[in-house]
């Protein structure tokens, strides 16, 4: 091996190359090309006077340690803030409901969580009741099945619709009946599998399984950065020493050589043995055309935008003490969700003000992306306005859209990509993909994915 040049600089990227020059030998030539004039990629924190305010992601699964793990070995860790705790809520029809606590993804960890719950009638209560305590009426999967056709079989259409995929919505961005049981939430269907059902299943799942719990815990079960996200793409790049990074950067085509690859960018030729592509899969189709598999055709990636509002504190009456809520598809809103931020993030916001993140476009419906920044904002205080006193216009306004967002990871996910994977072998060898659309949507899972393909490469020579 004499070098690897790796094609993007998000979180995935730096994270490969952090990596890199840890685990292969010191003669390695390392290269990373970003095609845009910053590094990140999603990650992009918004700072004003002493706020900060993620335009991408804002926070990371704390159970899931390969980002702490980071974070601590770039001398970020005393930078390590946990999400603040309080009452969600979720909009359905025309109004908010609490979340019902001692859920877990809105599935139940006591069989009357949902008792008091305006969600649901008294029948529908009662059937779901019954649902929690009996065997299922079918078979427990023995392959990957549709997580909203597993959950409705489970739980009924009443919990899935109103609360359950409104919630995963919010993490997945994708159609919950068209989604991986076994690539998202593999526990639910193993705990179901142990015990008998998935009642029994949930109530058994050790604490680092609990995905957003409600109502367990006094520490929020996310975390972040103190001065965001981006001091970590920040301090990543410091670290790196021997890697050439190369902004502005945009790769056009590869070609094979007798003994590696060849980049033909904006700025000139790059020749590599190794390349490790983090790029959406849309470019991964137009550098590879001998791959044959159909499975990056079809991820294609659904299309966000956000809006995050500052109010002073006095302009805006918020309807509940909590940190924000989702919005099921029966609620005759465009928005998906809002987060109050000095809730959620009291340490990005001043004393004073009110900061709402508003997150606009489902699957199928993610029309509002083109919007312009005006409309975007429109939009948000209308919906918003709605459900709260709005006294006067917020004093600043951060539209961001993402385009190449969170790509669908329908049935048969993971076995799709190792089989990808498999092929890649056969007719790329030396390239490895790397990022969300693979191994996890989560910062942690693409972090996890490449250090451990680094190490892999590393054994090779």
Known sequence: MRNVTIVGGGITGLTAAFYAERYLPEGVTIKLVEASGRLGGKIDTFETGEFAVERGPDSYVFRKTAMTDLIHEVGLGDELVRNGVGQAYVLHHDGLHPIPKQTVMGIPLDVDAFKDTTLLSDEEHAALRTMLLSPPDVDTPETDVSLGLYLRERVGDPIVDRLIEPLLSGIYAGDIDQMSALSTFPQFIEGEKKYGNLYEGMRHLRPEQRVAEVGAKKVGQFASLKRGLKSLIDRLAERLERTEIILNCSVEQVEEMEDGYRLLTNRGNIESDHLILTVPPRLIRQFLPKVESDFLAEMKPHATATCSLVFKEDDIELPFV?????????????????????????????????????FLGRPGADEIVDASDEEIVATALRDLGGLMTIKAAPIETIVSRLRDGLPPYAVFHSDRVRALRAEMGRVYPGILLAGIAYDGIGMPDCIKSVREQIKALAEEG
């Open 322 to 358: 909590g940190t924000g809520f989702v919005t099921s598809q029966e609620a005759d809103v465009l928005i998906t969700a809002c987060t109050f931020i000095d809730q959620k993030w009291p340490h990005a916001v001043p004393e004073g003000y009110h900061v709402l993140r508003v």
